[in-house]
């Protein structure tokens, strides 16, 4: 069966280690004549044929840039927007074996209605949420970049891809807010928190990102926020630079009685100075 119903930002869920089988999940996006859409496909790995779920339970509202993440077999879907005016801030997870949809109960300090943020599965189970922008008063959704940065880390290896990102002429200027807020949900409590974190320079607030691990670090790419692109190459606002990583590990060991994580550019520096923990490398070496 042919996928006939092209779309932009939405989401598209498998990783290196293919833990929903030979299959790659689609959910949600925009359409033709802004139709938004809450539709969930998967892509037949082996025959390469796409094929339409239909799920046993109420699903997730139309929505399009929400951010996605894999727990094991299932698929976590947070916040979007609804293509008429509202940011949103729920969480869903469908299960890609039973094929249903769960609104789950969750408590603490949750992330405020966003788009166009990123989600990341750590180690340790916790889920990562960074950036994002919120519409505000019927502000149309920003889709300035006509590429953005993507990076994507593998198990096996590492693959890179690197994108200018320009405004279109007529862009106007929005009057939504962006981001840099860093969350995290703990999937065994559901209880959302905000990590403990310093640093010389904190990433800018910014949407449009990628967010992936390397070597236990959560790595944050490219994005758009105030002053356009963030690139200290075109943006000389603090913080504007492309690439940061947030140390989850000292984070969790600080937790509660110091401070910890500390990134600019490509050199890292941990610290917790309660436990007396410092850490200092080049992320890639």
Known sequence: MCFGTPRIVHVVLGNCDAQVGSRMF???????KGALFRDLFFLDLVKWTWVPVSSTTEGPSP???????LVGR???VQGGWDGVKRSLDDLWVFDTEAFTWVNPKTAGLSPTPRYGHQMQLLDDGRILVFGGITVKDKDIPEVRPSLRGRLIFCRNGLLALSFKLRAPPTARPSRSQYHKDLRQLDTETMLWSKPRAAAAVF????YGHSASQLGGQLVV????????????AE???AG??????FDPEVSAACAGVGACVVLSGLTLVCC??????VRSRHMLS
């Open 26 to 32: 689609l959910f949600g996006g925009k359409g033709e």
């Open 63 to 69: 929505r399009m840039n929400h951010a996605s993440v």
């Open 74 to 76: 299932k698929m976590v």
């Open 203 to 206: 990433p800018s607030a910014r």
């Open 221 to 232: 790419f490219g994005g758009w926020g105030v002053g356009g692109l963030q690139s200290s």
């Open 235 to 237: 943006n000389k606002r």
């Open 240 to 245: 504007a630079e492309s690439l940061f990583t």
């Open 272 to 277: 917790c100075c309660s436990l007396g923990v």
